[in-house]
């Protein structure tokens, strides 16, 4: 078992024929991921490694039985390609892996999302895994294993550190979902913690937050409240100075204390949640809880 | 990206917010002259990026032209928390009964933009949320719709504003989430919005943070972005190498991929008893000359006691990143400050047979590699 993905995934890539969206086509064929079609508007009739294209979304779910779209389109064009995803219905998932999307146009676009079923992840993250089954986005598949710890994270490579420090131990992962680090996102920590809990065969949760925003008090709140799988967590910037963001659009502690990394960490410790120091601490107590 | 207040002034006056009054001036007898024309009392005010600008000495009302010379002289030239002041906005002083703030943001926690009115204007808006979260009156926009006219009243009527000016504050709330909506806005907010005695408002001050992200469609805004540049020199220098980049008070540098890591990087800095000297992000799929710029970078700043790089190859490939380090190394006669280097995931096997050990060294684990630089970072300082 797993969640988001599954061997039943069929992937339409939208924004197939760019750089970025044919090379990790490539690499998700070469993990197994089953790709099915690529939407990229005129380029219809084409193939990109032996995977039809269509004009459209609504064309490739119709044609090809798409469940779930990847999203590589460049940020200019990525909210009303999102738009297209969550308008074509059949879509249970949309992975929007694109970076710098103006905020503005993510506000319109998880609107939309509110009136519809769809699990948006992203954007400007690195996808999903499903060890050994499929993974749809950029997330480098050798270094995961199948196991029974699920993930979540604001972080790509962050993820691949601890991911690194798991294996180390010999501790695979049932999915690990990047959600992204920007101030809007679909999936947040709270959505993933809900999937990962329905999940029998997730027996830990690793959670890794960042300064930014109060999501990670609210999952504290909802840990301590609804969930009986044990939740390890993570914050980065202890170290950042307010008023800098940090990288990610969504990673800033604004003026008046919010956001901080103390207050996320006392939150998830209030709430029963071993909170490590270093990203292998969090490996060793993920390690104590199975 | 954020507008200096005079542009800011400039953007909301077109619009049809009313602003006293003003004239930029880069000279002392340029204020001067301006502040003569504009009649006294005149207040002069630094334009850099800094907030509380009034305490720190950046604003200083005068009374007449032998004032007003002291005063521009004392403000151009200063510095003002590390921001060299080189224009100032000669402003004619409201003569105001009330301070309001006024202001739209987006509420990330909500994913709409929440537009906001407080009669507490004049004072740090945060510390007002803090201390009386009542005090703000809050109307979220559905973006779908944008903001109706009644919502502008409804917030203006419940924060307390008087019946007389109510229409005026709501229709400058209106207009201040026309040019959030339009113009890509962050936040765009007046405070403290005046009440004259005549019962007129007055944007006093103005502010205009823009999506750095939407840029591309707002190119008006980023020419007026790229005029407001200023600040430290190495945080320029990084925006023209295209790194995230943030200067620090410590003295180990580090350079990393992902913004998470490299937060992650710093934090375990301090874990282990060093201090940052900064965040660089190299981002995803760095090349060898990108790692050449970045420790460039690093090494440009004289707080920097030690270096160390975290790479965690995705779509980076580590033989990429250890040639760059090579090739930046090798240009020195003497390596300025010791570098350690910890690579993991894609052909970080590979990269760590390309590093030479001559010039760096090279450490397995992320806690194994940032306990090496603190450690040297302290040897160099005694």
């Not at chain 1, 991921?33 to 459209?56: F, H, M």
């Not at chain 1, 180390?168 to 049932?174: A, C, D, H, I, T």
Request: proline share 4%; glycine share 12%; with cysteine.
């Amino acid at each position: 078992m797993s969640v988001l993905v599954d061997e039943d995934t069929r992937v339409v890539v939208q924004g197939i024929t760019g750089g970025e969206g044919k090379f990790h086509t490539e690499q998700m064929l070469e993990y197994g991921t089953n790709v099915v079609a690529g939407a990229v508007p005129g380029r219809g009739g084409q193939e990109v490694a032996g995977v039809p294209v269509y004009d459209t979304v609504h064309q490739a779910v119709r044609e090809e039985d798409a469940n779930a779209s990847v999203v590589f389109v460049p940020p200019a064009f990525a909210g009303d390609a999102c738009f297209e995803a969550l308008d074509a219905a059949g879509l249970d998932l949309v992975v929007a892996i694109t970076e710098g999307i103006p905020t503005q146009d993510m506000a319109r676009v998880y609107r939309k999302l509110e009136e519809t079923d769809t699990h948006l992840v992203g954007p400007n993250c690195p996808g999903l895994i499903t060890p050994g089954v499929a993974k749809l986005g950029i997330l480098p598949g050798n270094i995961f294993s199948s196991g029974n710890v699920g993930l979540v994270s604001r972080s790509g490579t962050l993820t691949y550190q601890v991911v690194d420090n798991l294996t180390e131990r010999g501790l695979g992962q049932s999915t690990a979902i990047g959600i992204g680090g920007d101030p809007i996102i679909g999936t947040d920590f709270i959505d993933a913690l809900e999937l990962f809990e329905a999940d029998p065969d997730t027996h830990v949760v690793a959670m890794c937050g960042e300064i930014g925003g109060e999501d990670e008090e609210e999952a504290a709140r909802y840990i301590g409240e609804h969930m009986d799988t044990p939740v390890v967590g993570f914050i980065a910037g202890r170290t950042a100075p307010p008023g800098k963001r940090m990288g990610h659009a969504g990673a800033i502690v604004s003026g008046s204390g919010t956001g901080t990394a103390e207050s996320k960490i006392n939150a998830l410790e209030n709430n029963g949640v071993a909170v490590g120091d270093t990203p292998n601490e969090v490996a060793e107590h993920v390690e104590d809880l199975l | 990206m954020r507008l200096h207040e005079y542009q800011a002034k400039q953007v909301f006056a077109d619009a049809g917010v009313p602003t006293p009054a003003s004239t930029l001036a880069e000279t002392v007898d340029e204020a001067v002259d301006a502040a003569e024309e504009i009649g006294y009392p005149v207040a002069i005010k630094a334009q850099v990026h800094v907030g509380g600008r009034g305490k720190a000495g950046g604003i200083k009302l005068v009374d007449d032209a032998e004032e007003a010379r002291e005063a521009a002289d004392a403000i151009l030239g200063m510095d003002l928390k590390g921001f060299h002041v080189s224009k100032v906005l000669v402003e004619e002083a409201v003569d105001f009964v009330n301070e309001l703030y006024v202001g739209v943001t987006m509420d990330r926690g909500e994913g709409r933009p929440v537009a906001m009115v407080s009669t507490k204007g004049g004072v740090d808006i945060e510390s007002v949320a803090e201390e009386t979260p009542e005090a703000i009156a809050r109307e979220h926009v559905d973006p779908a719709f944008g903001m109706h006219p009644f919502q502008a009243r409804k917030a203006v009527y419940d924060a307390g504003v008087d019946r007389e000016v109510a229409n005026d504050v709501a229709r400058v709330l209106t207009t201040l989430y026309q040019l959030w909506d339009d113009r890509d806005g962050a936040d765009v907010e007046v405070n403290p919005l005046m009440i004259t005695s005549d019962g007129d408002v007055v944007a006093a001050d103005a502010v205009m943070n823009i999506d750095g992200d939407a840029l591309f469609r707002q190119p008006e805004l980023q020419e007026m972005g790229e005029e407001a540049a200023d600040g430290d020199e190495l945080e320029q220098k990084a925006d023209e190498y295209g790194f995230d980049y943030v200067r620090l008070d410590g003295n180990v540098g580090i350079i990393g991929n992902g913004a998470g890591l490299v937060m992650t990087t710093l934090d375990l800095v301090d874990y282990y008893g060093g201090e940052p000297a900064n965040f660089l992000d190299v981002g995803g799929g760095a090349k060898a000359d990108r790692i050449a710029n970045a420790l460039d970078m690093v090494f440009s700043d004289d707080n920097v006691d030690s270096v160390v790089f975290n790479i965690f190859g995705g779509i980076t490939r580590g033989d990429e990143v250890a040639n760059g380090i090579n090739q930046a190394l090798e240009q020195f006669e003497e390596i300025p400050k010791p570098v350690t280097v910890r690579l993991a995931g894609t052909n970080a096997t590979e990269g760590m047979e390309i590093l030479n050990e001559d010039l760096v060294t090279v450490e397995h684990t992320l806690e194994d590699a940032v306990q090496r630089a603190v450690s040297y970072a302290e040897e160099e300082e005694e």
